[in-house]
């Protein structure tokens, strides 16, 4: 009986070893040096554990991975940089970005946007977002928004089409869309093509039946945010931003 139970007990053994051995594994990527991990393969559900040590004096970090990961991020005078996160049902890439501390940021809340129509400095600037649909053969969905959330910017890219055909492209037909982290230095960057711009309240009607683009600022005005429609200073302005989005968007 003894003999039988032990069997049974290995047998057991043997099949959760095949199945754990079994259950498929998704690729861990980083994009920067510095980065270490046990392993470059785990399985859902799996706790990670990566370390990143590669770290050089005056300089400031940003870590961050896809946005349905929750991570915990510490800091420890063995190990450098701590994360700890569970594995997602996908791959999933762990990015740094890094500045000199030293370098001089303007201070945004004291800067005048330069926009007509906005009378708050740069740093009340919260949203913008940019709208083209244009509804018809090889129809085209193009949005992309810059925001700030809990002092992140943020930048926000989605595409649709419809290809040799008629209608109008839904969520159904996404082709690709993202999230950028930004820093400061892209954000300003940002908030350059908008100067000598010109924002004006929003007219509902000049949506009718046209296909945009479409743009709306957003600015903390004492304590309320008002909403305005934007326009470009000149045409050049307008197709740089767009190249500048582009640029963004095709960020890995």
């Known amino acids: 009986m003894r003999r039988t139970a032990f ?26 040096y510095g980065f270490e991990s046990g392993k470059t393969e785990y399985a859902a559900g799996e706790s990670v554990t990566v370390y990143y040590d590669f770290i050089a004096t005056d ?10 990961i ?13 994360f700890t996160f569970r594995m997602p049902e996908h791959d999933a890439t ?7 501390s030293m370098l001089y940021v303007p201070p945004l809340d004291h800067m005048d946007a330069g926009i007509k ?35 992140a910017y943020l930048f926000y890219h989605e595409t649709r089409k419809i290809e040799n055909d008629y209608g ?16 400061v230095y892209d954000w300003m960057d940002f908030l350059d093509y908008l100067t000598d711009g010109t924002a004006a309240e929003p007219v509902e009607s000049l949506e009718d039946g046209d296909s945009g683009p479409w743009m709306y600022l957003s600015f ?24 500048y989005c582009q640029s963004l968007a095709q960020d890995p």
Request: glycine share 6%; with cysteine; charged share 25%.
């Open 7 to 32: 069997l049974i007990m290995i047998v057991a053994l043997v099949m959760l070893s095949l199945s754990a051995c079994g259950k498929q594994k998704y690729k861990l990527s980083f994009d920067g």
């Open 70 to 82: 929750s991570m915990e991020q510490r800091y420890d005078d063995k190990h450098g940089y701590v």
């Open 94 to 100: 762990l990015h740094v970005e890094s500045h000199n």
């Open 168 to 183: 109008w492209a839904s969520e159904a037909d996404i082709a690709s869309s993202g999230t950028v982290f930004l820093s």
């Open 117 to 151: 129509g906005v009378s708050a400095p740069l740093g009340d600037i919260t949203d913008f977002i940019y709208t083209y649909d244009w509804v018809g053969y090889n129809a085209l969905y193009q949005r992309y928004r810059f925001t700030v959330e809990d002092g």
């Open 220 to 243: 903390r005005s004492g304590n309320t945010v008002e909403r305005k429609e934007f326009f470009f200073a000149s045409p050049d302005r307008w197709l740089a931003f767009e190249a």
């Open 59 to 68: 300089t400031d970090y940003r870590f961050f991975i896809d946005d349905d």
